[in-house]
T-cell receptor
């Protein structure tokens, strides 16, 4: 398997624009997680899915953030409208099970909002 | 709730020095413990793990022992190399039964710099 695949690797956008980040999890994994990494706050869990169903979105910072998982092989994280404080590295991770199990991370999307 | 505390960095060492990065945790159940490593510009990779008390995880010369009595999982390496320079994250995952959160709870990460 190619691992967790995220796109794009880098995104630069202007404040107010819509941004969509994409993730393809490892085939057969039933959990998908979206994390945000910043220098100030470290790694924060934004939302996670089990069998394509959102389970906990309490980490999503604002209504400007939304995530979907239309099928087992694809998920998106959307920010609309984007703001400079959204600049961060966004990671997608997948796992088989959610407890006592390791997660496999993508390479991340570095988002810069100017 | 669950939490992981690890020493803040950066930690700067000379090549061949002994490394310890401390990690302690708070969990509602009986968690599994992990160390992840992040190289510059990359995602997190699993370095090692332990699933029960007194287990020792090891990989690439790194070791960590699950100490339930002290709720710790300190990372050690006897002789570090320049290529070990990275950010190291301690994490826990709750057990299959009982309370606590799904998924991984991470510490804030420790930036390790190895100088030649």
């Amino acid at each position: 398997d190619a691992g967790v695949i995220q796109s794009p690797r880098h995104e630069v956008t202007e404040m107010g624009q819509e941004v969509t980040l994409r993730c393809k999890p490892i085939s057969g994994h039933d959990y998908l997680f979206w994390y945000r990494q910043t220098m100030m706050r470290g790694l924060e869990l934004l939302i996670y899915f089990n069998n394509n169903v959102p389970i906990d979105d309490s980490g999503m910072p604002e209504d400007r953030f939304s995530a979907k998982m239309p099928n087992a092989s694809f998920s998106t994280l959307k920010i609309q409208p984007s703001e400079p404080r959204d600049s961060a590295v966004y990671f997608c991770a997948s796992s088989f099970g959610a407890r006592n199990t390791e997660a496999f991370f993508g390479q991340g999307t570095r988002l810069t909002v100017v | 709730g669950d939490s992981v505390t690890q020493m803040e960095g950066p930690v700067t060492l000379s090549e061949e020095a002994f490394l310890t990065i401390n990690c302690t945790y708070t969990a509602t159940g009986y968690p599994s413990l992990f160390w992840y490593v992040q190289y510059p510009g990359e995602g997190l990779q699993l370095l090692l793990k332990a699933t029960k008390a007194d287990d020792k995880g090891s990989n690439k010369g790194f070791e960590a022992t699950y100490r339930k009595e002290t709720t710790s999982f300190h990372l050690e390496k006897g002789s570090v190399q320049v290529s070990d320079s990275a950010v190291y994250f301690c994490a826990l995952s709750e057990g299959a039964v009982g309370g606590g959160a799904d998924g991984l709870t991470f510490g804030k990460g420790t930036h390790l710099i190895i100088q030649p």
